[in-house]
């Protein structure tokens, strides 16, 4: 009964690589996000959707794409890994601009 | 362009004590802020917040101040206990939207 779930929680993988990495919630909100969180600890916004519309698309680079098939989902698929993406990618979920919850965490390392 | 900052990275405090978490902002549009904590391997949790309207918020032994004229804010932990150890982030934003912006956090260690 995990309220924002993710999968997986480690990702290792080759530098040319394309992954995925999948965000679930289960607490009725319309509003999700993608954050990162890199070497140096700072948590950044990468994405946010509101009912499976795009509305948060920071200066990421187009390898990285978030998808939301519904409200309850919204995935991030990253082409042509690098070293520089190795990261923890936390999903979050909200309802409207109130408090976010986030997920575990899904540790990505590019080798 | 680092909003949000967070000077301290880490804090020992002993237990009982009170511990006091700082946090600077520079963009005088932010009217929300909130402090997460969050666990080794877990996603940061939301603590508590303050809207602008106000210079404090109380949740048990958490309190959060905030100096809008000094764009400073902190957050007490008073009692402090061992499992309050943990990073804190706070996270400004402006009401109504839903972009965050996080400070760098502040490792706290509460020994007994």
């Known amino acids: 009964d995990t309220a924002v779930s993710q999968t997986p929680k480690y990702l290792v993988t080759q530098m040319g690589n394309d992954k995925s990495i999948k965000c679930e919630q289960n607490?009725?909100?319309?509003?999700m996000y993608w954050y990162k969180q890199d070497s140096k600890k700072f948590l950044k916004i990468m994405f946010s959707?509101?009912?499976?519309?795009?509305?948060i698309n920071e200066t990421v680079p187009n390898r990285f794409s978030p998808k939301s098939p519904d409200k309850a989902h919204l995935n991030l698929h990253i082409n042509s890994l690098e070293l520089g993406d190795s990261a923890v990618y936390f999903c979050?979920?909200?309802?409207?601009?109130?408090?976010?919850?986030f997920g575990p965490g899904t540790r990505l390392t590019v080798l | 362009d680092q909003q949000v900052k967070q000077n301290s990275p880490s804090l020992s405090v002993q237990e009982g004590r009170i511990s006091i978490l700082n946090c600077d902002y520079t963009?005088?549009?932010?009217?929300?802020f909130l402090w997460y904590k969050k666990y080794p391997a877990e996603g940061p949790t939301f603590l508590i917040s303050?809207?602008?309207?106000?210079d404090k918020n109380e949740d048990g032994r958490f309190t959060v101040f905030l100096n809008k004229s000094a764009k400073h804010l902190s957050l007490h932990i008073v009692p402090s206990q061992p499992g309050d150890s943990a990073v804190y982030f706070c996270?400004?934003?402006?009401?109504?939207?839903?972009?965050?912006?996080f400070g760098t956090g502040t490792r706290l260690l509460v020994s007994p």
């Open positions: 996270a400004a934003k402006r009401i109504g939207f839903q972009k965050l912006v």
């Open positions: 963009n005088s549009m932010f009217d929300y």
């Open positions: 959707y509101n009912n499976k519309e795009l509305i």
């Open positions: 303050i809207s602008s309207i106000k």
């Open positions: 607490l009725g909100h319309d509003t």
């Open positions: 979050a979920s909200s309802q409207a601009a109130n408090e976010q919850f």
